[in-house]
């Protein structure tokens, strides 16, 4: 089985541009696109091995990564020694296949579960500053539009003063928006 073929269980979901992507979450929703992954010698700082997988979760790639830096060293004709070297990687790696494939094979490996912040005393305030920055972003949000009340509207001139404190001028044209008769403002020249 190769990496891009489906696994039992559910289908893998793609699209026709890109049948071998998947669909993966990220920090702005969910997105059509490859997972990379890389290994990184960091006492040399070289690329050992990268590659881009058709997943949406890093937890099936630790093993492949593994077999093909080996491979790599192997095809160098380095003097690769697993015991003095560490692997390290992020708790999107953690899962009892890949504890068991680094045990078996001897392998000095760092992998974070998904709870390990919680028992870290380091982490404990961290909720502390989540919600008061979710908190300040909600301001934020709310502040970033003004409304008609926060503008001041002259008739005699036609012009408008904005809550910034800058003079709008209007065209003199009127127009329609939702229903509504409105005159349009461009900004002081």
Do not use: W
Not at 92 to 101: I, P, R, T, V
């Amino acid at each position: 089985m190769s990496d891009n073929d489906e696994k039992p269980g559910k289908p893998k979901k793609s699209n026709l541009t890109g049948n071998e992507s998947a669909k993966i979450k990220s920090s702005i929703g969910v997105i059509q696109g490859y997972d990379g992954v890389a290994a990184v010698d960091s006492k040399h700082e070289i690329v050992i091995h990268a590659e881009a997988f058709s997943e949406a979760q890093e937890h099936n790639l630790l093993q492949p990564m593994i077999e093909r830096s080996e491979d790599n060293f192997t095809a160098l004709d380095k003097r690769y020694r697993r015991r003095k070297s560490k692997l390290t990687a992020d708790s999107g790696f953690y899962n009892k296949n890949n504890l068991g494939y680094v045990y078996n094979h001897k392998i000095d490996a760092y992998l974070p579960d998904l709870g390990f912040r919680k028992r870290d005393p380091r982490f404990q305030a961290i909720e502390k500053y989540k919600g008061r920055n979710r908190q300040e972003q909600q301001k934020k949000r709310i502040t970033q539009h003004y409304t008609s009340p926060e503008f001041h509207y002259d008739a005699d001139t036609h012009t408008c003063l904005c809550p910034a404190g800058k003079q709008l001028y209007s065209n003199g044209r009127k127009f329609i928006l939702n229903g509504y008769e409105a005159l349009r403002f461009r900004g002081a020249k």
